[in-house]
């Protein structure tokens, strides 16, 4: 029998509370000889959250697990993903993995059972296992009461250990901002971290004050009470409310092995095999239970409108000036079309542009206010619902959900990013406002497209080629308006560039992007009145880039090549371009960027003083031809 | 008379409060004024605050105006960074910048008047501009509690909108942990954001509800009521409780000025010229009050024990297994005879074995549990006190404090971090917790130092050196433990590298660091059987790196090189070659990084998957040579 066959069990639906406590103990079990099996991972970490999952998935999550794509269905998030165990047993206990799978999977080498859960798993969601994520990639529950406006509730399992985290509070704010009933939250709170106590122990009173502070429905209960469990689920799942809720379950890590229950140093410890033994006699022995619980509505909710009304992008005429930021927001409002596009921001829309958005489509839009994190975990929340979500703010501001992105792409989430403001190009704000590490950062996820247009036509086109591409995309524009190079027929493919200035006897290649390609290109002017030929590349791919055309212009201009880019040295522009031509046999390289750190000024004077400007570019190329 | 020879005032030391008042209306009206004169500026946020300010500074904030550096001062941190022409204009009425320099310096290329605060000025402590973060920075009021012993304050000037960043929750969070009751946030809830209202709007209440769950004392007043203001202050800097103090002070945007005063659209905006000066009129006209305020206690605190007793690092022998992780641990335990130096883990401490220094010095050691952002802003924080803080977590984890660590290089903060469990080698726990982009994040970080030391003896000669380093200084470590190949004499430069195997006939250049290293070592040995002779470098100084020695190995190897990291293939290991090589004329690199998506395994299984094991980089050096 293949790991994926596994026999559908006859399910009991809507299981007894006795039966549910028999569950929990099963998982607990499970959990401990999964652990066990694979010498590694989180058991008692998984037995004190078991009879809250029993619970939950016996006789309150809906959910057809032969479908998990059933638009009806509630979601399941494991905000504490090292309790990868406990869920893995849940999966087995409804029949959709086989004991054998749980046994010789967990944790193996190419086993789909990994660590911490990712959505190669059908019935996961979104990656989790950074902490304080999976909680506000619950906010996704956006898209079940604005977007498809289906009475599906979203459950997050926390750890007590990641309410420190400020992103959690940032998704309960949101959480209640946006009235989102459908976000329950199960907070395991059984005391103990990783290295000792939690800084609030077993006081659920404090946690119960700032949770309501921060707007949400708060039930307190014992853990490993079915019956205070059972009763604070369902009132908790109650969708009349306006207000998340948060379970707040005091629970002994560990729980139902004596040897270990409540015990500091046992996290992320698998029991020994004579350990496990004892810990499964304790706990009553193997069991074979086979749930299912409660199914979803036969009347699926009104599925994601993937209806796709004939986009109008903006046309944009050459020589005049348009920013780049305002060519994103033009672009958007009339991706908007499309009903599966969905926008937000950081309080910063009319910066960025995104309010041309929110103003054509109010209901698709989502104010995120000042909480990048939670902006980014709620466009990977939506985007999980199958919608299409842009998030923009400052470029800069991305740093501050890094953690989240790069989750995101373990998510396999298709999310788009655009930073607006990018380097010192934005003159008198200084250096606390200017991306000059985003292009590093962006590049280096996994799966991502990075693209950094130098103006509005090529915005236009690369912002609707982001809405289809898988992974996650990032966008970089420029707070000022430069000139339109192109024609609106032009067309920019990702992966591509454009040769702005090409001839036979070119003698060196200047490259750029964004507001270094103008720079280029009247380095190219100065260049040409000096006799000399320069070709001009608008590399506005930076990753994947466009090897091909380097390659050839690089053979072309005797490897002599000038790379200028609005941001420092490492992991940008230039990197993109040496990694490209890494087997190149002829190069010499002049590579300019942002190596002092800048201050107040204007574009002018901050550009031309970090020697990115047009004069520095031609010094750059005599200084390769002398 | 240049800029930085002010004539000092005559002080008024703790004025009245009427003549608080007039110097908020002179606040406001040089807010005005330096905004409108730059064309660029936040006047609207700076008026709002403005009677706060001239409360603290004319009658509490005890500061020696001429020695900023006086350990008994007070600090007074502007989190809501964009209110900089406020900080500025009581620079002005302190005597410390003239009228001349406001009105000609202010956001102007080349002066130290940015656009947001930077410690380019004396009295600034931490640059802000990326909000959210000026609070969690004044967490360093660790140092004056537990450190220098000292009664100082730190007063923390704080945005309504950044309220909404979950980084002010943490900071909260932990200076109630911790009994700060020497930090007090001054809320100016002004209502309006960039965009539009806040979130919470005026709802001080709800503000109150959450502050006080998060342990903290409240106080709300009209934040225009100058003997409210001055009652509250007087209050919130008591520190004789164990509660930080939050005031929250309800204040209109533009206060003062009747065609602004709290509306929306003027966010960010300076008042055109003959706006401004209807402005100043209703403000009552300029002013040139001479304000100086408290002086600290002339009986400075304790200050910084400064002495170094011998510090006796660990020593290891040559083929001991000894993972990287527990050398920094054993490393930073024994520096801690320096007297400065500080600790602090993101709750993972016995991972990361920051643990050995918590038992050796728990004075200096600080849990900040799980929460990152918190976790390096308090090393700024203490690390701008003179102390050197140590900040350790999973390397995976240091991308959550991005936006933090990218300002402490704006801070001129220099702060150690150090990331434990990085790539696939860390095995089981899955891509959720391999840091596979924490190279070229922090790479590309303003003066960073980034270092991956592949043995016990390196990883204590560069913990050592990073000690007295200047700026962000970055040391990855690895989870298992790999043979100890150097003598304890041996010594690690940062910038240098180590050739491990050199031969006059070498034929291909091996670079790897951490377990790469040990791969490439391999390597050697399979390519020697062969007949190939392997030139093999440690780069355990990924920033800087070692030039010279990349040069002369990739001339003595005809260009061929492998370079073998685990990360991924941007902006790591390879970018930092490939850009210390642009130049070179004669270049063939093959470069292994991680391309796939891990999951779960061994790190043997997980290495070799990835393509950066012993036999890929044979493989790939065979094929530099066919």
């Known amino acids: 029998m293949s790991l994926q066959e596994v026999p559908v069990p006859t399910p009991s639906t809507d299981i007894d509370l006795a039966l549910a406590a028999e569950l929990g103990q099963q998982l607990r079990v499970d959990s401990v000889r999964a652990s066990t099996s694979a010498g590694s991972g989180h058991p008692t970490s998984s037995m004190s959250a078991a009879d809250l999952m029993a619970v939950l998935v016996g006789r309150h999550l809906r959910y057809d697990w032969d479908h998990p794509d059933h638009p009806g269905n509630d979601h399941l998030i494991f905000s504490k993903g090292h309790a990868s165990p406990l869920l893995y047993s849940i999966y087995k206990a409804v029949g959709v993995v086989s004991d054998e799978e749980l046994m010789t999977g967990y944790r193996r080498f190419g086993s789909r059972l990994e660590g911490h859960p990712t ?53 309960l704010d949101k959480a209640s901002h946006y009235k989102l009933a459908n ?85 992320g410890r698998p029991f020994p095999s004579d350990m496990a033994e004892r810990a499964v006699i304790e706990l009553g022995g193997e069991r074979n239970l086979a749930v299912r619980g409660p199914r979803p509505a036969e009347a699926g909710p009104a599925r994601l409108d993937r209806s796709r009304a004939e ?37 910063v829309s009319n910066s960025t542009y995104a309010y041309l958005f929110a103003q054509a489509h109010p209901g698709r839009y989502f104010e995120m206010y000042i909480a990048e ?9 939506v985007g999980v619902r199958g919608y299409r979500p842009f998030a923009s703010t400052f470029a800069a501001f991305f740093t501050r959900a890094y953690d989240f992105i790069r989750m995101a792409a373990i998510s396999r989430a298709s999310i788009c990013l655009v930073g607006s403001h990018a380097g010192v190009e934005i003159g008198a704000d200084g250096p606390s406002q200017m991306a000059l590490e985003d292009l590093a950062m962006m590049r280096s996820v996994h799966g991502s497209t990075v693209l950094y247009p130098s103006d509005a036509t090529s915005t236009a086109a690369l912002v609707q080629a982001m809405a289809d591409l898988d992974g996650v995309s990032y966008l970089r524009t420029t707070r000022g308006a430069y000139p339109v190079l192109y024609d609106a027929t032009a067309t920019f493919p990702v992966g591509g560039s454009k040769v702005l200035r090409f001839a036979d006897d070119d003698q060196v290649t200047l490259i750029g992007a964004g507001v270094t390609l103008d720079a280029c290109l009247a380095a190219a002017d100065q260049l040409r009145d000096e006799g000399v030929s320069a070709r001009v590349i608008d590399l506005y791919s930076v990753k994947p880039v466009d090897a091909p055309t380097l390659t050839a212009a690089a053979a072309a201009t005797r490897g002599r090549m000038v790379i200028a880019e609005d941001h420092h040295p490492e992991g940008g522009l230039g990197s993109a371009v040496l990694e490209a031509l890494a ?9 300019l960027a942002v190596s002092e750190m800048p201050g107040s000024g204007t574009s002018e004077e901050l550009l031309d003083a970090a020697g990115i400007s047009a004069s520095h570019i031609a010094d750059a190329a005599r200084g390769l031809l002398a």
């Open 183 to 267: 976000l329950i939250a199960i907070v395991d709170v059984n005391r103990l971290g990783q290295s000792g106590p939690t800084e609030l122990s077993w006081d659920t009173d404090a946690y119960r004050r700032r949770a309501e502070a921060f707007g949400a429905r708060v039930y307190a209960i014992d853990g490993h009470d079915v019956a205070a469990v059972d009763q604070a689920i369902a009132r908790a799942g109650d969708l009349s409310g306006e207000r998340p809720a948060v379970i707040l379950a005091r629970t002994r890590k560990g729980r139902g092995f004596s040897e270990v229950e409540d015990r500091e140093g046992w996290h």
């Open 311 to 347: 986009v109008k992008p903006p046309v944009y005429d050459r020589g005049q000036n348009v920013a780049t930021r305002k060519a994103y927001g033009e672009t958007l409002a009339a991706l908007g079309a499309r009903h599966d596009v969905v926008a937000m921001d950081g309080e």
């Open 583 to 591: 087997g190149t046999p002829e190069l010499a390289v002049t590579h």
């Open 119 to 171: 959505p190669v798993l059908p019935w996961v969601d979104v990656a989790t296992g950074s902490l304080g994520q999976g909680l506000p990639d619950g906010v996704g529950a956006l898209a079940g009461k604005y977007l498809d406006e289906a009475p599906y509730r979203v459950w997050v399992l926390c750890g007590d250990s990641e309410m420190a985290e400020g992103s959690m509070w940032e998704a």
């Open 373 to 381: 994190q939670q902006l980014v975990a709620a466009a990977v929340g």
